[in-house]
C-alpha cells in the first residue's frame, strides 16, 4: 500500500505541476479507488470488532447489531 501511496502522490504532484495524460488519469483514479476500498475494508473490519456496553450494563456486538439493521 505504501507504494501505491507514493505513486498517487507522484501523481497528484505532476498534475499540479504539468498535468497528466488519459493513461496517468486513468492510473490515478484506479489507484485511489483502490486506496479508498482498502481503507474502508481496514475500518469495517475494526468497527466489527467493536462492543458496546450501555449504561444499564447490557453489552451490544456491533457485528451482530449490524446484521440487524440491515
Same mark, same amino acid.
Given at each position: 500500500?505504501?507504494?501505491?501511496? +507514493?505513486?498517487?502522490?507522484?501523481? $497528484?504532484?505532476? &498534475?499540479?505541476a504539468?498535468? *497528466?495524460?488519459?493513461?496517468?488519469?486513468a492510473?490515478? +483514479?484506479r489507484?485511489?479507488?483502490? $486506496?479508498?476500498? &482498502?481503507?474502508?475494508?481496514? *475500518?469495517?473490519?475494526?468497527?466489527?470488532?467493536?462492543?458496546?456496553?450501555?449504561?444499564?450494563?447490557?453489552?451490544?456486538?456491533?457485528?451482530?447489531r449490524?446484521?440487524?439493521?440491515?
Amino acid at each position: 500500500m505504501d507504494e501505491k501511496i +507514493k505513486r498517487i502522490n507522484e501523481l $497528484y504532484h505532476k &498534475s499540479q505541476a504539468e498535468g *497528466l495524460n488519459e493513461e496517468e488519469l486513468a492510473e490515478q +483514479k484506479r489507484l485511489r479507488q483502490d $486506496y479508498i476500498a &482498502s481503507v474502508r475494508g481496514n *475500518l469495517t473490519s475494526q468497527l466489527k470488532g467493536i462492543t458496546v456496553v450501555n449504561p444499564d450494563g447490557t453489552v451490544v456486538d456491533m457485528k451482530k447489531r449490524r446484521k440487524k439493521l440491515h
